[in-house]
């Protein structure tokens, strides 16, 4: 069974950065789809960032594009999410997710989330 386990979350002050990880085990993601999304308090799950297990295609919610930046590292099974330019609206529980299909939908593994809290 695949298993993902989020890491990097925390406080940060507004402006900060911070980089998260998602390790996974139970099969190897290269032939898979790896996606990050994001639940605010009070509001639905959103999509942030996906890449291909080869890591030669990329997709960003648009509010994301030239802030967030997502990598995967094939030889250590993780993917990654740097943050930069952080704001107090991108405070969230963040989540990983793996899928077989390029694309914010149809994915069928979920991590436990990482808290990220920005203060002002």
């Known amino acids: 069974q695949v298993q993902l386990v989020e890491s990097g979350g925390g406080l940060v002050q507004a402006g900060g950065s911070l980089r998260l990880s998602c390790a996974a085990s139970g099969r190897h993601f290269s032939n898979y789809v790896m996606g990050w999304f994001r639940q605010a308090p009070g509001k639905g799950r959103e999509f942030v960032s996906a890449?291909?297990?080869?890591?030669?295609?990329?997709d960003y919610a648009d509010s994301m594009k030239g802030l967030f930046t997502i990598s995967i590292d094939n030889a250590k099974n993780t993917v990654y999410l740097q943050m930069n330019s952080l704001k107090p609206e991108d405070t969230a529980v963040y989540y990983c997710?793996?899928?077989?299909?390029?694309?914010?939908?149809?994915?069928?593994?979920w991590g436990q989330g990482t808290q990220v809290t920005v203060s002002s």
């Open positions: 890449i291909n297990g080869k890591g030669d295609s990329t």
């Open positions: 997710a793996e899928g077989a299909l390029m694309g914010r939908h149809c994915y069928n593994y």
